[in-house]
């Protein structure tokens, strides 16, 4: 597995996938500097934003279109991913983003403007420490003062024991001829065939024997880069907050909403364990030993002054807020590592009948009739433990909602023209939330049809059928056109009862 020289033992022979990230969209940034207590950048107005690494560029197109108050720039050193992206952003008629095809040492020495966020998705554990430092140089110097910063990484202690199957993967794909999906799969048949063997590495480290189990069904795209890179360095939490230290940032929170809610994440005797640690980063890294963390989302500011309480009372007045689901679907329970978190019907369930109706504002949810018995206190309480618990988003002002919308037209317009390459969900942008919202196969066909649900169930069959692809239900593969039939006609009753009303209500769909 030989790379160009330009490469520095990243993969870019083949391209990454597709993906789309939530996380990285403003409004979500910004809520999480409300929950840290931060007073931040305000991305309601005219900001500036970077993606570093953006790969083919999906995520940064779709928050583009769907916040024309910003500007984007994405930066990739690979020209395939950069020309991909501006096909994309050409295609959807998104003018208010730009790419750049550098290195992070280029990108220090370009003549840049200043931004309000600085985001990178998995990059920081796929490039060399001096790439690192670059990095943490650029935001230095191009981050505003209460700017926001986003970086997610692969993270220990969770990922130790994964290290060495890494090291075997890659070494193992670097012998013999063919294309580099070929080596992944020759890489992960002979890991497969030593587990057998009896090795005695998968014997004491289960985590790796189930995370070989799971890498054996995923895009071999994706796992080139995940895990066939020369630069594969899982890091602790404190080592990052240091590094970034030398920018001048202070974490704020996670971008995983919910794990910014010790209660809900830690057992009460760790949680006691934790509170009794005052410094930050020494406490998060004792979280992630807590769970055994494998991944971060962490949002830092650039000396965002902390916010008193009426300050934060007043920004999250004007916050507004949207279902992230349709209202059948919104839950009190979910698993956590703390265990199972069950919350009260009559406390949290006003929150979600009033946004089944329209998004509102934190304001306009204290006046909303569902919400009447629930005083200001309990109402926050009520709006962060259904983000926490994923049931609930922050959206964009509704002023200015008219004119987003031209731009998410345009650009789910263009991504439903894309032929169907394959059964992954795709992303569709909402002027609502300034964030995509996932779309199944199924669902992309039904909305590209006709509005009959006879006919698109018909059409959406046939389609899958021409297509080839197969279809899974649950663990079953969907073989025959009878079952393909079936499992379509079993999604158009939930998509045209309750998902397409949801996707009006977010302005993805009329």
């Not at 983003?97 to 985001?119: M, T």
């Not at 993270?155 to 001829?177: F, K």
């Not at 079953?476 to 949801?502: C, G, H, N, T």
């Amino acid at each position: 597995m030989s790379e160009p020289t330009w490469a520095e033992g990243y993969v870019v022979d083949v391209g990454y996938t597709h993906g789309y990230y939530r996380e990285l969209a403003p409004a979500a940034l910004s809520f999480v500097t409300i929950l840290g207590g931060a007073q931040a950048a305000d991305t309601d107005q005219p900001f500036t934003y970077y993606e570093l690494g953006c790969g083919n560029g999906h995520s940064t197109v779709l928050h583009a279109a769907a916040n024309p108050q910003g500007r984007f720039l994405g930066v990739d050193f690979n020209p395939t991913h950069v020309h991909n992206a501006r096909r994309l952003a050409q295609e959807a008629g998104v003018g208010n983003v730009q790419f750049l095809e550098k290195s992070f040492a280029e990108l220090i020495a370009a003549e840049l403007p200043e931004a309000e966020i600085i985001a990178l998705h998995g990059v920081h554990s796929w490039v060399s420490a001096e790439n690192r430092r670059h990095v943490v140089e650029f935001v230095r110097q191009r981050l505003k003062p209460a700017g926001i910063a986003y970086v997610s990484y692969n993270c220990l202690p969770g990922l130790s024991a994964i290290a060495p199957l890494q090291r075997l993967l890659r070494e193992h794909a670097a012998l013999g001829g063919g294309s580099l999906p070929d080596g992944v799969r020759r890489a992960i048949e002979f890991a497969n065939r030593l587990d057998e063997a009896g090795a005695e590495y998968f014997r004491v480290n289960p985590l790796a024997k189930a995370r070989l189990a799971r890498i054996g069904g995923q895009d071999p795209r994706y796992l080139l880069h995940e895990y066939f890179n020369a630069n594969w360095e899982p890091s602790y939490h404190a080592d990052v907050a240091r590094e970034f230290a030398g920018a001048k940032l202070n974490y704020a929170g996670s971008a995983e909403f919910l794990d910014n809610f010790d209660q809900f994440i830690l057992k009460p005797e760790l949680a006691k364990l934790v509170a009794g640690v005052s410094d930050r980063a020494l406490a998060e890294t004792i979280k992630d030993f807590a769970r055994n963390q494998v991944f971060r989302r962490d949002v830092y500011t650039r000396g965002a002054p902390r916010a008193g309480a009426l300050v934060l009372e007043s920004l999250l007045g004007r916050t507004r807020f949207a279902l992230a689901r349709p209202r059948q679907n919104c839950r009190l329970q979910r698993a956590t590592p703390a265990g199972e978190v069950t919350l009260q019907e009559e406390a949290y369930a006003p929150v979600l009948d009033a946004l089944a109706r329209a998004p509102m504002t934190f304001d306009e949810l204290s006046r909303a009739p569902e919400c009447a018995k629930l005083d200001r206190v309990k109402l926050r309480q009520a709006v962060f433990g259904m983000a926490a618990l994923g049931n609930i988003l922050p959206a964009l002002p509704a002023a200015g909602e008219a004119a987003r919308r031209e731009g998410t037209e345009r650009f789910n317009q263009a991504v439903l023209r894309t032929p169907i390459a394959g059964t992954a969900d795709l992303a569709l942008a909402s002027p609502v939330l300034g964030a995509g919202v996932h779309v199944n196969l199924i669902d992309r066909l039904f909305l590209a049809g006709p509005r009959d649900k006879a006919q698109a169930v018909a059409k959406a069959s046939a389609a899958v059928a021409a297509s080839g692809l197969k279809l899974r239900k649950g663990d079953k593969v969907l073989e025959s056109a009878a079952e393909i039939a079936a499992y379509v006609k079993d999604r158009a009753q939930f998509f045209f009862s309750e998902f397409l009303p949801f996707l009006k209500m977010l302005g993805v769909a009329d």
